[in-house]
């Protein structure tokens, strides 16, 4: 008889989102204007449970948990109302202004208390969680309460089934799917769909209103990391983000959408490339020269100091006494006072990197071939490394390991994990390896590919080794904190609610700087063939006992597909049918290679996909592929921020779509 522990969140509800809702000085969410809603994956977290208890020869107890306020206590009663036999609310102060390390931390040992006595020890239970929140978007907790508790992870989970006394679930890969079990339990699940909603009945709701909750506080689970003492990220600044670069333009027929399209392909797409012409370390920079600040202000403080200390003849920071300080504070009495002007200048001797080692970047395979996404991180460390004069390195592993494509591509070393047993990818197995690696040579900084593989491997990881890990990143940059004593920090940009605010996050209190970067949004550098580098073999420290899971099946769209093409044209659940997604999309194509003469390739959103309109190999978007052509052509795709995400390097998006509010229209060059 299993047991289920069901991870539920309260969050904003995103899709009321309005203008009024931000904070315009600070960009932040004012939350008190945005009703509270459960987390929609963590409801089907919550019926795939359900099922797996309906499956079972023996029903289980369902307990859901959440973390949160007290009014959070919303979401349990909404449980309650449907399947769960009890719930437990994690509620205290001391647990506020986590990042993903100290949620999944006292998350975790809320589960220890549940299965110690609540469950009476047993260990036949799984915790089931959705793949990540609407407000976060990181899908890093749960994988990261799987590596607190020694559990396997089953990720991105779309189906359960049980046969020969165990369960069997379907889940999501890159470029198809996958059957798998655990080898034991208690186990993670992590959910990415599930469209069999559970529905409040009278009687639960009766029940759900009068029941007595379990809370419990910081100091009845006794974690060890909690709240933002406890975290290993720290924000540093929250923003809208800019304005579209899409033009946006209505058009009035088909004839003028073809016209257009004609008119505008091929030209050169100008928005979007960068400026930056990359971090100089203080050392080597003027006397006074802090242009690399983290913030804006920060910026802006240090050139009026850099200013007024220029206009006072001051050459070094030995000259500064107590009388120039006031003649400083004279001159710039508007922008900072003397305790800022002591910070300032205590910054002003900090020059030494805070972090040192090589950049790397963590490879990923599939079939033995290196996943594109690894080439544009490749590329993003090696922009890096020459502006922190170190060297690039790549940790690769697997059955058979070929390298000179990493050397290539910009990599001075590649540390090689070759092993039977890293054939087919196990995340309890290569997070061990890759830590192993990690820890043995300890670069500044990790990349990450923001990949299905990725985004559960990255979590496990960056917990093992005790480091912050930023989800999601479309922007990373080398900056300082000077009056921090910063210097030379990975500054980490990634949106969140949905697309609806930027942040910059940086790490603290680690020993290396993990970030994971979206595919398609960093630029892969030219191969040169010229380029050497060293190749050093890294022993795996594994087993059989070290893999967690039993693979099947997998199953991968047959064929040929080019999503590098020219152009990709896709079609998405509003096709409503294989029939009509197959005739629309095929003669659009026929069409499109006719009048530009160029190639064209058939694409789809996940919804098409799991509509069985086409094999999941042609799936474009966040758990699909990220493509980048010249022309992106979307039918009946809403534009989910998880599909956009795919497509944002198009230098031309169409849209066609018979909802006048389709999201996808705010995200497109042209629409109808």
Request: one cysteine or more; proline letters at 4%; hydrophobic letters at 40%.
């Amino acid at each position: 008889m299993s047991d289920y522990i069901v991870l539920v969140k309260q969050v904003p509800d995103i899709t009321q989102i309005t203008d009024n809702a931000f904070n315009l000085e600070t960009g932040t969410l004012i939350r008190s204007r945005l009703a509270s809603v459960i987390n929609e994956l963590d409801t089907q977290a919550l019926a795939i449970s359900n099922r797996m208890n309906q499956l079972s020869q023996k029903p289980g107890r369902v307990i859901a948990l959440t973390m949160g306020p007290p009014a959070a206590e919303d979401v349990l009663k909404y449980c309650l109302a449907r399947c769960c036999d009890s719930a437990v609310l994690l509620t205290d102060k001391a647990l506020g202004g986590a990042d993903t390390w100290a949620t999944a931390n006292p998350l975790a040992f809320a589960i220890k208390k549940i299965a110690g006595e609540m469950l009476g020890g047993s260990n036949d239970y799984y915790v089931v969680c959705g793949m990540q929140s609407v407000d976060g978007d990181t899908a890093q907790v749960p994988a990261q309460i799987a590596e607190e508790l020694n559990m396997p992870c089953l990720p991105y989970v779309t189906n359960v089934e049980y046969k020969n006394g165990n369960f069997e679930f379907t889940g999501i890969i890159s470029g198809g799917s996958q059957v798998i079990s655990t080898k034991k339990t208690p186990a993670v699940i992590t959910v990415a769909k599930y469209e069999y909603p559970l529905f409040a009945t009278f009687e639960g709701t009766r029940m759900a209103s009068k029941f007595k909750l379990v809370q419990w506080g910081a100091n009845d689970i006794n974690a060890t990391h909690i709240g933002i003492a406890g975290s290993k990220t720290r924000v540093i600044s929250v923003f809208p983000p800019g304005k579209t670069t899409r033009k946006c333009q209505e058009m009035k027929n088909a004839d003028e959408l073809v016209k257009t399209i004609v008119q505008n392909f091929g030209k050169e797409k100008q928005d979007g490339k960068s400026d930056d012409n990359g971090y100089v370390l203080p050392s080597q920079r003027k006397n006074f020269d802090r242009n690399f600040e983290g913030t804006k202000k920060e910026s802006e403080d240090y050139k009026i100091l850099s200013d007024v200390l220029e206009k006072l003849g001051i050459k070094s920071l030995e000259e500064i006494t107590e009388e120039v300080k006031e003649k400083i504070l004279l001159s710039a009495a508007e922008h900072f006072h003397k305790k800022a002007l002591d910070d300032m200048l205590a910054g002003l001797r900090a020059v030494e990197p805070v972090y040192k080692g090589q950049v790397w970047v963590a490879a990923e395979t599939d079939e033995e071939k290196i996943h594109p996404a690894t080439f544009e991180l490749i590329g993003k460390a090696r922009h890096l490394a020459d502006s922190l004069q170190t060297q690039v390195g790549v940790v690769i592993a697997g059955k058979k390991i070929e390298t000179q494509e990493l050397i290539e591509a910009g990599a001075d070393f590649v540390y090689a994990i070759e092993h039977p047993l890293l054939e087919k990818f196990d995340p309890i197995t290569y997070r061990k390896v890759f830590a192993d690696t990690i820890t043995k040579y300890w670069p500044q900084i990790v990349l990450y590919a923001a990949t299905p593989q990725g985004r559960i491997m990255a979590p496990m990881i960056a917990y093992r080794v005790g480091c912050g890990l930023t989800a999601d990143c479309t922007a990373l940059d080398i900056r300082d904190s000077s009056r921090k004593n910063q210097i030379a920090v990975l500054m980490q940009t990634r949106p969140a609610l949905g697309g609806n605010v930027m942040a910059t996050i940086s790490t603290k209190d680690s020993r290396c700087q993990m970030a994971t970067a979206r595919p398609g949004v960093m630029k892969r550098l030219p191969a040169d063939a010229k380029r050497t580098g060293k190749v050093i073999k890294e022993i795996a420290q594994i087993s059989d006992a070290d893999i967690s899971l039993n693979i099947i099946k997998t199953e991968k769209g047959k064929g040929k597909v080019n999503l590098g093409a020219e152009v990709v044209v896709s079609g998405g659940k509003g096709m409503q049918s294989r029939d009509n997604y197959e005739s629309l999309l095929s003669s659009l194509i026929t069409a499109l290679k006719n009048k530009l003469q160029v190639s064209v390739e058939k694409g789809a959103s996940r919804a098409a996909v799991e509509q069985g309109f086409i094999d999941r190999i042609h799936q474009v978007g966040q758990t699909g592929t990220s493509i980048g052509p010249k022309l992106y052509v979307a039918l009946g795709i809403s534009g989910a921020i998880q599909h956009m995400i795919g497509v944002a390097n198009s230098d031309i998006i169409v849209a066609v779509n018979s909802d006048p509010n389709a999201p996808i229209f705010k995200h497109c060059d042209y629409y109808i």
